[in-house]
């Protein structure tokens, strides 16, 4: 069982930055999948940007250019450097880690854990 306590939400007026982090008490390896969601007030939780196995990146298209996940295996943590802050990023935003396992006959499977949530509020 992997918990992650995430931390860096805040407060911030728009054009700000804002770095999110997510420790994991637990080992992340390069073949697990990492990613950040958020979720506005009366919307449903979005994916923000993630990164797979392979290094492979994919940002949601409103935060292309502005935002960057990385994740820190030496020290099993994850982030989110947010750049150029606008109002409508404002949300709890969630980290989540899925653990990938592989069987001898190469079949997959996937543990997801997420983040408690913290909140990022950008002022216009």
């Known amino acids: 069982q992997v918990q992650l306590v995430e931390s860096g939400g805040g407060l911030v007026q728009a054009g700000g930055s804002l770095r999110l982090s997510c420790a994991a008490s637990?080992?992340?390896?390069?073949?697990?999948?990492i990613a950040w969601y958020r979720q506005a007030p009366g919307k449903p939780r979005e994916l923000v940007a993630s990164?797979?196995?392979?290094?492979?990146?994919t940002y949601a298209e409103s935060v292309k250019g502005r935002f960057t996940i990385s994740v820190d295996i030496t020290h099993n943590t994850m982030s989110l450097q947010m750049e150029n802050l606008r109002p409508e990023d404002t949300g709890v935003y969630y980290c989540?880690?899925?653990?990938?396992?592989?069987?001898?006959?190469?079949?997959?499977?996937?543990?997801?854990?997420w983040g408690q949530g913290t909140q990022v509020t950008v002022s216009s």
């Open positions: 637990g080992n992340i390896f390069l073949a697990d999948d």
């Open positions: 990164l797979r196995a392979g290094g492979i990146t």
């Open positions: 989540n880690l899925d653990q990938n396992y592989y069987s001898d006959y190469g079949e997959k499977s996937t543990t997801s854990y």
